[in-house]
């Protein structure tokens, strides 16, 4: 069975600054890893997601995953904060072997000026 | 495709009234998820479907929730008798297998006075 663990529920970033939201997964098997972006008073929408294809996956807006299976993680990154980075991201994980997909409690960025 | 449909978009209701959430899935998608959202509890995954069959209905707070989904194209989430605490925004979301990408939709702000 998987889970999955977001660490910090609040993130505070300087706009330019680099921004990691942290993402640990429990799995025995490699499983689908995702992020989702949720802004303000919208639904979630994908960020990036991981297949296995590659274990550095880049998605929308500059923000990219790596996926580290020694240490079971997928952190999302961006180099360098802007504002309209500020919203709620979730990392999820989909099992594909018990039919189950699981989301994080979600980590919320702030982007000061 | 126009996404994931829902309706209605805002619902204001009185304890004890009746309330039914809709969802059109996107055609094609096999997977259709009823989440719920509130700032004390977050996102919480209610119950999902699979070839329009409940797969996982776990996350149903209780026996006043039910969800149903008769054919591929149409799902409801019924609140009856409904109660203050069940304000929150309702997200349907679709995707064609467990491992891919969910598709939210716009979301159902309830109100319950």
């Known amino acids: 069975a998987q889970s999955v663990t977001q660490l910090g529920s609040h993130v505070s970033v300087s706009e330019g600054a680099l921004v990691l939201l942290r993402c640990n997964y429990s799995s025995s098997v490699p499983p689908y890893l995702f992020w989702y972006v949720q802004y303000p008073n919208q639904g979630l929408q994908l960020l990036l997601k991981y297949t296995s294809a590659a274990t550095l996956v880049k998605g929308i807006n500059g923000f990219e995953a790596e996926f580290k299976k020694s240490e079971t993680s997928f952190h999302l990154t961006k180099p360098s904060a802007h504002m309209s980075d500020a919203a709620e991201y979730f990392c999820a994980v989909s099992d594909y072997n018990f039919n189950k997909f699981y989301f994080g409690s979600g980590t919320k960025l702030n982007v000061k000026p | 495709d126009a996404g994931v449909i829902q309706s209605p978009r805002h619902e204001v209701t009185e304890m004890g009234q009746e309330v039914t959430l809709r969802c059109k899935p996107i055609?094609?998608?096999?997977?259709l998820f009823w989440y719920r959202q509130t700032m004390m509890r977050g996102l919480e995954l209610l119950i999902y479907f699979n070839n329009n069959v409940p797969i996982d209905d776990s996350g149903m707070p209780e026996d006043r929730f039910s969800a149903k989904m008769p054919n591929a194209s149409f799902s409801t989430l019924k609140i009856q008798p409904s109660e203050p605490r069940d304000s929150a925004v309702y997200f349907c979301?679709?995707?064609?297998?467990?491992?891919?990408?969910?598709?939210f939709g716009p979301g159902t702000r309830l109100l319950v006075l």
């Open positions: 055609s094609g998608h096999d997977y």
């Open positions: 979301a679709s995707t064609r297998q467990i491992q891919e990408t969910q598709y």
